[in-house]
């Protein structure tokens, strides 16, 4: 129940309740009938006032749980291009190891072929 439609119903109720004060005034209820009427008047408004209350927690669950499952299908999409990436990133580290090594068997053939390397050898 929304905020204004809460505060008409209670100015209503009010209302009603000031009216059969009135006639009490005026001699045309007793007492008895007047708290009587009023007391229903305040249970009913309870009721209702409940009613609402648990309509607005039940809107408000419904809303957080959407949010969360929200959240979990943003969460799974996040995790599944992270660990996309992830596996990217350990074939380029992959990659670049054997380049290294290849680099270094290239430097080592040469090394070994060159002048320096026989010179050493024959010392």
Known sequence: MSFSLQATLKLFIAAQN?????????????EQAV???????????????????????????????????????GLSSKLSTMRSKLSEAKQKIEAFASELRTCYDYAMKDYIGSVEYREKLAT
């Open 18 to 30: 000031v009216a059969a004060h009135l006639e009490l005034d005026q001699g045309k209820r007793d």
């Open 35 to 73: 708290t009587v009427t009023e007391l229903s008047r305040t249970i009913g408004e309870k009721i209702k006032g409940s009613a609402g209350c648990r309509d607005e927690k039940e809107r408000r669950a419904t809303v957080v749980g959407e949010q969360t499952c929200r959240g979990e299908v």
